[in-house]
């Protein structure tokens, strides 16, 4: 690449090359790009301005590329109009990002905040104004401190203006549960984001604590997947009446486990009728190893049927290699599309 560089043919040429080189490995294209832009980071500055400045006027074709965007994004240079070049069929959708821990301001249970909260803030900077994204997560009204001592979660070190939204019903095992949703903006890049809780604070609580006083893995991935599906429903069918013929189906992303469900609600309990999900995206990512509610047999269709979920559905979740009832593979499987986050987890949790 530097040997290229004072040589713009030449290096447009190399750069194809690489880009068709690294499509080639459509499995995993991120990583495959990986070599490529570790090359461009050790250039020297002088020779990666020299590299941005030729990609910048490479015309609009060329910068749309996979891997030449890349590089241009990984040097902080993002087109007004990136969405509309890059992803023409984004904007003026709803984009929803809805995970366990985004901008929960206590102590983390894992590293998904992080990775949620990063991808949420470069998204909002891509995407500018010609769509919109927006968080789902739980209302946990009690953390941990240093000490693993029960403390309030001071969700406005994070959140502003958070007020009361909504309330609505849904069924968890054969109870009806009351929801409470709040809204407010983040304080970083204005995201909108809902909180969600039940009135009772039994099933949101405290970020991944379940059994004893708390309440159980299956009746929170159950109570949040519901909850957050029919807002995401209320939100759009509100969207609908208001844009009319200029209404767009939303995005709707889930993130490990404990959202599987969601994925699989839309099929089930009247919503498949519903207008404002036929035409909607639903992706899932799996971010980790351990938490993908694996189960033996017995007590993996136990919690199944407690989900009143029906036979036809449940293969989904099955993985008969090993024997389990794995929640995940449920998300993936129903999902339109799916993803991990590196070639190694993928290539060692996938279907």
């Known amino acids: 690449m530097r040997e290229r560089l004072n040589n713009y043919n030449a290096l447009l040429n190399f750069l194809k090359l690489l880009s068709w080189t690294t499509n080639i490995k459509f499995s995993h294209p991120v990583e495959a790009r990986w070599p490529v832009l570790k090359a461009v980071a050790l250039l020297e500055k002088e020779e990666q301005g020299r590299l941005v400045a030729i990609l910048e006027d490479a015309g609009v074709f060329l910068q749309t590329d996979p891997l030449i965007n890349t590089i241009l994004l990984m040097s902080g240079k993002v087109s007004e109009n990136w969405l509309t ?28 905040k992080r990775v949620m909260r990063n991808h949420g803030k470069a998204m909002k900077r891509l995407i500018g104004k010609d769509a919109e994204l927006i968080h789902i997560e739980p209302y946990f009204p009690y953390g941990l401190n240093k000490e693993d001592k029960e403390v309030k979660v001071e969700w ?65 991935t159950e109570f949040f997947s519901r909850a957050a599906l029919k807002l995401i429903c209320i939100l759009e ?31 089930l309990d009247g919503n498949s009728n519903k207008e404002v999900l036929n035409d909607a995206l639903f992706w899932f990512t799996t971010h980790t190893y351990g938490n993908r509610g694996i189960y033996g047999y017995e007590e993996g269709n136990r919690i199944l049927s407690r989900w009143k979920l029906p036979e036809e559905v449940r293969w989904w979740f099955t993985r ?32």
């Not at 009319?244 to 699989?264: F, R």
């Open 320 to 351: 008969s290699e090993a024997g389990v009832i794995d929640i995940s593979r449920g998300g993936i499987r129903s999902a339109d599309g799916a993803n991990g986050v590196s070639e190694i987890q993928v290539e060692e949790v996938k279907d």
């Open 85 to 112: 070049a890059n992803a023409p069929l984004l904007p003026g959708r709803r984009i929803y990002q809805i995970a366990c821990e985004i901008w929960h301001p206590g102590r983390e249970g894992g590293g998904l």
């Open 237 to 267: 069918e509100r969207a609908f009446e208001r844009l009319g013929k200029e209404y767009k189906s939303p995005v709707i992303h889930t993130n490990d486990a404990q959202t599987a469900l969601l994925n699989i609600f839309r099929f």
């Open 156 to 220: 406005n070190k994070s959140i502003k203006n958070i007020r009361e939204f909504i309330r609505f019903t849904v069924e968890v095992g054969d109870n009806p549960v009351e929801v409470v949703v709040y809204t407010g903006k983040t304080r970083e890049e204005d995201i909108p984001v809902f909180l969600l809780r039940d009135k009772e604070a039994c099933y949101v609580k405290m970020l991944y604590f379940y059994g004893g006083e708390y309440t159980s893995w299956e009746d929170f």
